[in-house]
């Protein structure tokens, strides 16, 4: 595809369901970043993989949130348990391998938990 | 640790007005961007800022950026009501496998 998608759109959970999101980046890129934004701020990064190596977890606020991206193309990012705190949009990136341009951001999910 | 900080976070304006958005960061990085985000949509690229002294224009929007005073700044030329959005202000430092640290935004609405 010609961009970078997510899947679902929007997500309602209730409290303590899991939930995984889904990342398609743009074919061929190899880095791809998690980002959440809460409402009325600004995107927060979650984590960084390169290929299939999660080079960078900081951002992730506790245990409950894990991604992977086993092939080295789509990520999946799952939360357990959920919490109200974890509403949220959560946006991927995936940037470009060569050249000093942006990244291109996703559609993001918003999830919702009541 | 890399923090950025805009201002104003919220601005109203009228049509036909020349605005500045400000963006400081707070440790030397490689890259400055700016971002706009429409409501419920997700980030749309607007500029790359690369080096000191870069400014970049795309119509009504010009960008520029001084890196010994870690200051961008986002102009907005004869404002119309189409470029009400969320800007934000972004930098990283290492190319491309580091995170990009983002500022809270700047809410621009401008009336018609």
């Known amino acids: 595809g010609a961009g970078v998608s997510q899947s679902p759109r929007y997500k309602v959970a209730k409290r303590g369901q899991d939930v995984a999101l889904r990342c398609d980046p743009i074919?061929?890129?190899?880095?791809l970043f998690w980002y959440q934004q809460a409402l009325g701020q600004g995107p927060e990064f979650l984590t960084y993989?390169?290929?299939?190596?999660?080079?960078?977890k900081s951002g992730l606020p506790s245990d409950r949130f894990f991604a992977e991206r086993p092939e080295g193309s789509v990520s999946t990012l799952k939360i357990q348990r959920t919490q109200q705190e974890d509403s949220a949009v959560y946006l991927c990136?995936?940037?470009?391998?060569?050249?000093?341009?942006?990244?291109?951001f996703g559609p993001g999910t918003r999830l919702t938990v009541l | 640790e890399l923090k950025v900080e805009q201002n104003p976070l919220f601005l109203s304006m009228q049509e036909g007005k020349n605005y500045t958005i400000y963006c400081n960061y707070s440790?030397?990085?490689?890259?400055l961007y700016w971002y706009r985000q429409d409501p419920g949509k997700s980030l749309e690229s607007l500029f790359v800022?690369?080096?000191?002294?870069a400014v970049k224009q795309e119509g009504r929007l010009m960008a520029s950026l001084d890196t010994k005073a870690r200051l961008s700044t986002l102009h907005i030329t004869a404002a119309v009501h189409d470029l009400s959005a969320t800007y934000f202000c972004?930098?990283?430092?290492?190319?491309?496998?580091?995170?990009?640290?983002f500022g809270k935004g700047t809410r621009l609405h401008i009336l018609p």
């Open positions: 990136a995936s940037p470009p391998d060569r050249g000093p341009d942006t990244q291109y």
């Open positions: 074919s061929g890129h190899v880095s």
């Open positions: 993989f390169q290929n299939e190596a999660q080079l960078d």
């Open positions: 440790t030397t990085s490689d890259r």
């Open positions: 800022l690369l080096s000191n002294g």
């Open positions: 972004a930098v990283d430092k290492v190319a491309r496998d580091d995170k990009i640290i």
